[in-house]
């Protein structure tokens, strides 16, 4: 199950996310920077930076739920997007 609030609307499941991918498809990232990834047991997280081709720039933390200790398969995310700029 995928969970995200995207600028300011819940997404859950992978329909509305693929939907709510397709309206955003204008807002390509030219740059990514990643400040912190971790993981323990099943879980895990990326924190970081998105500059997009319209020169907005997004911090998003997204949050990981496995469904096993290897990390073979997603059972879940979590995702935070803030606009900075």
């Known amino acids: 199950m995928t969970k995200v609030i995207v600028r300011n609307t819940f997404v859950q499941g992978k329909d509305d996310f693929s939907d709510a ?12 920077t990643i ?6 047991g099943k879980s895990g ?5 998105t500059k997009l081709k319209n ?12 469904s096993n200790t290897k990390g073979s398969a997603v059972k879940e995310i979590t995702s935070y997007v ?3 700029k």
């Open 21 to 32: 991918l397709e309206r955003r498809k204008n807002d390509r990232a030219v740059e990514l």
């Open 35 to 40: 400040q912190h990834v971790a993981t323990h």
């Open 45 to 49: 997280f990326v924190h970081g930076t």
């Open 55 to 66: 020169g907005k720039i997004n911090t998003f933390c997204d949050v990981y739920e496995f």
């Open 82 to 84: 803030i606009e900075i």
